[in-house]
Nanobody, 115 residues
């Protein structure tokens, strides 16, 4: 079974950068879409950025030109490079992967942007 382990969250100043990392520690093959979602208290979880196994990316409009998603298929790893961070980016970020129609989630990592 897929087990996603995240790292890289933390506290950063407005305008700063962070890089999130996520890997399937079970190294299960044939992961499909991988990426990142985020959630703040009282709101639904929203998609931030995803990438298919062939490299097709999608981004939330609010992060275009600031965030970049990348992955290593051989290592079942996905990253999220976040630049020019804003207060609205403060959230718990969740790693996501889909395998054969089943969704998997990481435990979440907190990103806090201070103004």
């Amino acid at each position: 079974q897929v087990r996603l382990v995240e790292s890289g969250g933390g506290l950063v100043q407005w305008g700063g950068s962070l890089r999130l990392h996520c890997r399937d520690s079970k190294n299960i093959l044939n992961l499909g879409v991988m990426g990142w979602y985020r959630q703040t208290p009282g709101k639904e979880r929203e998609k931030v950025a995803t990438m298919t196994e062939r490299g097709i990316t999608t981004y939330a409009p609010s992060v275009v030109a600031r965030f970049t998603v990348s992955r290593d298929n051989a290592d079942n790893t996905v990253w999220l490079q976040m630049n020019n961070l804003k207060s609205d980016d403060t959230a718990v970020y969740y790693c996501y992967a889909n395998r054969l129609g089943v969704d998997y989630w990481g435990q979440g990592t907190q990103v806090t942007v201070s103004s």
